[in-house]
């Protein structure tokens, strides 16, 4: 049995300046809340919250003391303003490519342009960049939903962690349609090359496991190509999910993990299926 790891995988710059954030804070003494999961990523937040770290999810119910973290996926801009006008200390752990997705929706606004973020609708993400569009704002996750605007001038973004694949699509039919279009290529890159390396990993393997929160947009976007390449594929958050079954007659086991996913969880499920082909 022969354990194959991805060429690119688990945290990504963005996460692990978060990380770093709330861990450089709550070591120096601050209290501090976040305004939301800092990730999407069970295991580490709750190590987070072992270390002081208190997770809320409306600015409300902030304490006095405390200081407010904004999560990688970024806070929509009205929470923002709310913050600043009470005179909270804002811990800014926003992705910087998220804050350059932000800035490219409040631009096109500006500019008179109809913005389209191709991405998911309620994403955490989405919705902060949905907050930054000052007039039409739509949000589409394929090309089936763009809505129909004949004669506007179109601005697009993408969610950092969207299908790249998807994204060309939508572009596609939207330049197919448009007068006058302008696009913002605001995708991750370190989430696309994650994305191609679990296509590689495919054609080496018997089968993958994918480690990641179950609600982490990127970490589903590598179950949804491997599935789609034809690999038998697991999705787990825990090493304790791990099943000796799933690698009976397996030679080459694929292993990849999300951008959220840190290097300690990585690491206790490569022990684990060591112990489950070993024992």
Known sequence: MEIILAKEYGFCFGVR???????????????????GPIIHNSLEVSRLESMGLRVI????????????????HGAPLDVISELKRRGINIIDATCPLVARAQRMVDFLSSEGYTVIIAGEQGHPEVKGLVSYGRGKTFVVSSSEEIPDLPGEKIGIVGQTTF???????????????????????????ASRKR????????????????????????TRRLVEIAESKGATV?????????????????????????????????EKVLDKIRELCYQ
């Open 17 to 35: 300046r978060a990380i770093s954030l709330a861990e450089d804070a709550l070591r120096s003494g601050k209290k501090v809340a976040s305004l």
């Open 57 to 72: 999810e409306d600015i409300n119910d902030l304490n006095p003391e405390e200081s407010l973290l904004i999560r990688s």
């Open 195 to 218: 994305q191609i390396a679990v296509e590689e990993l495919v054609e080496k393997t018997d089968v993958i496991i994918v480690i990641g929160g179950k609600n982490s947009a990127n």
């Open 234 to 266: 697991y999705h787990i958050e825990s090493w304790n999910e791990l099943l000796p079954d799933w690698f009976i007659g397996k030679e080459k086991i694929g292993i990849t993990a999300g951008a959220s996913t840190p290097d300690w969880v990585i």
């Open 163 to 189: 299908s790249i694949d998807r994204f060309r699509e939508i572009v596609g039919e939207i330049v197919s349609k448009s007068w006058e279009v302008r696009i913002f290529n605001t995708l991750c890159n």
